[in-house]
């Protein structure tokens, strides 16, 4: 991820390119890396050497909005997939300058990946219902494979174009909520580039955001692998989200499928009723082999 503490042709990529959570040296209106008027060299070739692209909204205050649709069309023509969490930036675009509004509609439409709060979902579209506002970002992108609603508490739900995913949130004590975002973000893009069902990807990205909760701060400080598995083993589902009601609520749902603690008749002849225990059980093998290796390398 970008820091601020290594040269720039260093810290855009990783495994990964984010072009996020700079901070800002001196706090003045001109974005941070105003010098940059076109996507350098080195930075293509990254770019064309990565697997993922992540943009959030805050990189329109550090980057000129024609240098952030440059690095997209580059991830496309590079065949790099497309991550875009607007965040709260998203609405204030709407009504930013000419060139913040069309390089915010290039990212909306050019994304593979959306990921949005339930209000941002709603900003962007003047849709109220998560689902039904999924579907709408889905219908207006032109590469758009699936847009992810982040709930809060409540969980997250996966719209994509022939089904819909809800997956309850785990109950934890929450200690810090700082670095839950991002780490919620990679576990989307692990569940996207293993080719994972979407309520598995959901699942991981649950305990994973949820397990980063339960510490303090972000960076190297968000949750180990050990305390995700913990939160997987134990499926501890808040199950008290009122999924029927968004459902019901959506004048067009294909397939829906819920994450639950058992398997259960759905309200719908369309609705899957999926039970954690088997989500777990395919998510699991995954990892558990790498926590042996690490707790034996210590």
């Known amino acids: 991820m970008l820091g601020s503490c ?37 930075i293509k070739i990254a770019i064309h050497h990565s697997k993922i692209l992540f943009c959030n909204g805050y990189a329109f205050d550090e980057f000129f909005p024609d240098v952030i649709a440059s690095s997209i069309d580059c991830a496309i023509d590079a065949g790099t997939a497309v991550f875009f969490d607007p965040g709260p930036r998203g609405k204030s675009l709407l009504n930013g300058t000419l060139d913040e509004q069309r390089a915010l509609e290039h990212a909306l439409r050019l994304s593979d990946v959306l990921l949005l709060t339930s209000d941002e979902a709603e900003s962007l579209t003047n849709v109220e219902n998560p689902i039904e506002a999924g579907q709408e970002l889905l219908k207006r992108g032109i590469r758009t494979k699936q847009v992810v609603i982040k709930m809060g508490s409540k969980g997250s739900i996966m719209i994509t174009k022939n089904a819909v995913s809800c997956v309850p949130s785990f109950k934890i004590n929450v200690v810090d909520t700082v670095g839950c975002g991002d780490s919620f973000t990679a576990a989307i893009a692990f569940g996207f580039l293993h080719d994972l069902p979407a309520v598995n990807t959901l699942t991981l990205a649950n305990a994973v955001g949820a397990a980063t909760a339960t510490g303090y701060g972000a960076g190297r400080n968000v949750a180990h692998l050990d305390k995700v598995l913990q939160l997987l083993r134990e499926a501890n589902l808040n199950e008290d989200t009122a999924w029927g009601e968004l459902i019901e609520g959506s004048s067009f749902c294909p397939e829906v499928t819920v994450l639950s603690r058992t398997a259960v008749n759905g309200f719908r002849e369309h609705l899957v009723h999926v039970p954690v225990g088997d989500v777990v059980s395919d998510i699991l093998p995954m990892f558990e082999a790498v926590s042996q290796r690490s707790t034996v390398q210590s």
Request: with cysteine; net charge negative; aromatic share 16%.
């Open 6 to 42: 290594r040269p720039i042709s260093e810290t855009w990529f990783l495994q990964c390119c984010f072009l996020c959570n700079i901070s800002r040296a001196d706090f003045s209106e001109e974005p941070a890396f105003s010098w940059i008027r076109k996507l350098p060299a080195d």
